[in-house]
């Protein structure tokens, strides 16, 4: 398959590599203002991939900080990036976007899908392209310049399009890639599977003064999550599956998903999952948060439990561990994430809906008071 990675940190780099090994061919798009990141690729004319799984030097198709070329051959663009690097991907493919292009955010976060479409419309894009959220990154990873270390190749992988209708189509084009991915209900259930708002944002704030003070010489897994602290975590996992649960979707703990995906060995408690883990504390164990303003404050939190914490307030989940969360860091960073709220139910015009009405709408694409006026037409 000819393949568009945009991103190229950790993991965008891994897919590069990991793909092209697989057979594919591959272009690696880097944005202009982050073209460092490309720089020793280019020298090089690959990527020197280690670690779990296929291992060499992996000579791409393409390096590329031009869009048009980036997306001239292209059959799937797939996004590997953080949230923030979401709407700025929609504007720059859009004028760029063909028929038949299927695009994937990997990872989608929470609603990735929606707020990717909403620039395409602000752009008035009208070819016909597919759009889906993955739930997390397909690798753990780590590496500087052209070389990139595999920790861990994701073993379970959950999917789903906007509108849902779209998912057999976009997971098969996409199990091309990764077999072991699977169709999630909608991309709200793969938002919610999304680990790093219950990993990050709540162990990040109870360590902050020691992140702060050590200047990102901490590991968060290892030494961030105690016991005690591990109990907070759980308090976060435990109103997102109420939140899974009144929503109808399937109520997958997060022991239960770090077991399956390959991060955890354990299920005997949340502690000991992060702290036993080969991927998080093992012989490469992972650093971090770098600073008080790194992602696994500012991210997780605006684009996963502000959005959480929505759809509680929408369908009458109480979420008081997610919302204290919110205005600690709120107050850490002195901003107001509620009133942020990149991606909170009101921000995309859904919050009015009832439960069986956003499920309708997150499968077919239609809202709601669109479908009344046909009725009433």
């Known amino acids: ?161 906007f509108p849902a209708k779209d998912t057999p189509e976009v997971l098969d084009k996409f199990k091309q890639l990764f077999p072991l991915t699977e169709a999630a209900t909608n991309v709200l259930d793969v938002g919610l599977n999304n680990g790093n708002p219950i990993a990050h944002p709540g162990p990040a704030l109870l360590n902050a003064g020691r992140v702060e003070y050590s200047k990102g010489e901490i590991y968060h897994y290892k030494e961030g999550i105690t016991p005690h602290v591990a109990n907070v975590v759980k308090a976060l996992d435990d109103e997102r599956l109420s939140l899974c649960k009144k929503m109808g979707y399937p109520a997958i703990s997060t022991v239960e998903r770090m077991l399956m995906m390959g991060y955890g060995t354990t299920t005997s408690s949340l502690y000991d999952a992060y702290n036993t883990s080969p991927v998080f504390c093992g012989e490469h164990p992972i650093k971090g948060p ?24 929408s369908i009458g989940v109480p979420t008081p561990t997610m919302d204290a969360v919110i205005h600690l860091i709120s107050a850490l960073h002195q901003k107001d994430y509620f009133a942020i709220a990149e991606r909170s139910l009101e921000k995309f015009g859904i919050s009015k809906y009832c439960i069986e009405e956003l499920n309708s709408y997150l499968q077919n694409g239609v809202a709601p008071d669109a479908l009344l006026s046909l009725i009433h037409i």
Not at 60 to 65: E, K, M, Y
Not at 291 to 311: C, F, P, Q
């Open 1 to 161: 398959m000819k393949i568009t990675i945009i991103g190229a940190g950790n993991g965008g780099k891994a897919m590069a590599a990991d793909m092209t090994l697989a057979g594919h061919s591959v272009t690696l798009f880097e944005f202009p203002q982050f073209k460092e990141n490309v720089e020793a690729i280019k020298e090089k004319g690959g990527i020197d991939l280690c670690g779990v799984g296929r291992k060499g030097f992996a000579k791409l198709h393409s390096i590329t900080s031009d869009i048009e070329e980036a997306l001239a051959e292209t059959e799937m663009i797939v996004n590997v990036m953080s949230a923030f690097g979401h709407k700025a991907s929609a504007k720059a493919c859009a004028p760029h976007l063909k028929n038949g292009h299927t695009i994937i955010l990997n990872p989608g976060s929470t609603l990735g899908s929606l707020e990717y479409l909403q620039v395409l419309q602000e752009e008035k894009v009208s070819a016909d392209v597919k759009i889906a959220d993955v739930h997390t990154l397909t690798y753990a990873a780590r590496g500087t310049g052209a070389d990139v270390r595999i920790l861990l190749e994701v073993k379970k992988l959950w999917l789903a399009a």
């Open 290 to 313: 770098h600073n008080i303003m790194d992602r696994y404050y500012v991210e997780d939190t605006m684009y996963g439990l502000v959005t959480w914490s929505s759809l509680g307030r």
